[in-house]
């Protein structure tokens, strides 16, 4: 179970102290499937990176399956089943894209067949990208997929995404949204993706929406997302993505 108690993130600006997280009280129990929306720059990043450790809040605390992980590193909790992937994620050049895949996995090694199938699960033909080197050749939605994959072969108890469909075609977006179905159906993951897409945000358990840096509503997604709706209709404008 992921707790966030009285979150607070803050940092100095121009005009004295800038508020990006204020008071966080967030609570995802075990295998949900949990998805995080709201408007741009309300602070959803900032709360996955300072659930993974990429930023240190200025108070309030983060707790994993009981452990309080709110001043461990990112590594020490990497090691605690906490992962992340990044909207723009990193290049690795001279590293082959198994090489990756082998050290997401750990201690588990993978054999060949087990690459190409988390290959294939984020809509990636394996026998064009196993070998292949993690750097400019490769598009961002390439390098996007490949980060997702390795999170699968990791196998962590929480996956965090954010904003996992920015930069990949339509037919991937698909093959995307069946593995997070999947995952969720086998119950090997608690899911806590921040996303803007409707079709992300129909499959999920619960919806958390976060604007100016706090909860402004979290429930049941039958109850939120019609709420999201209604209210975005109403002043004429949404930041919701539409599914295809």
């Known amino acids: 179970m992921l707790e966030i108690k009285n979150l607070c993130f803050s940092v100095e600006g121009e005009n004295g102290k ?36 990429l930023v240190q809040p200025t108070s309030g605390q983060i707790l994993w399956n009981g452990t309080d992980i709110t001043h461990l590193s990112i590594t020490e909790r990497a090691r605690l089943g906490v992962s992340y992937g990044f909207q723009q994620p990193p290049r ?5 894209v198994r090489d990756l895949l082998a050290l997401a996995a750990g201690n588990d090694p993978l054999t060949r067949t087990e690459e190409c199938q988390y290959l294939n699960k984020v ?5 064009d990208y196993i070998d292949r080197d993690v750097d400019t050749s490769l598009s961002g939605g390439e390098v996007k997929r490949i980060e997702i994959a390795t999170i699968l072969a990791r196998k962590a108890g929480l996956m965090i995404f ?12 698909a093959k995307l949204t069946e593995t997070f179905r999947t995952i969720h159906d086998k119950q090997e993951s608690t899911l806590l993706i921040i996303s803007h897409q409707e079709r992300i945000l129909n499959q999920a358990d619960e919806i958390v929406m976060i604007a100016d ?3 402004t509503c979290h429930g049941p997604k039958e109850e939120i997302f019609p709420t999201i709706l209604a209210n975005t209709a109403a002043v004429g404008c949404s930041f919701l993505e539409e599914g295809n």
């Open 18 to 53: 800038n508020e990006i997280l204020n008071d966080v009280n967030l609570t995802v129990e075990d295998h949900k499937f949990v998805v995080i929306t709201g408007p741009n720059g309300g602070g959803k990043t900032t709360l996955a990176k300072a659930i993974m450790g």
């Open 92 to 96: 690795f050049k001279g590293m082959k």
């Open 123 to 127: 809509g990636l033909c394996a026998g």
């Open 162 to 173: 954010d904003e996992p469909e920015a930069g990949i075609d339509l037919w991937s977006f």
């Open 213 to 215: 840096g706090a909860v």
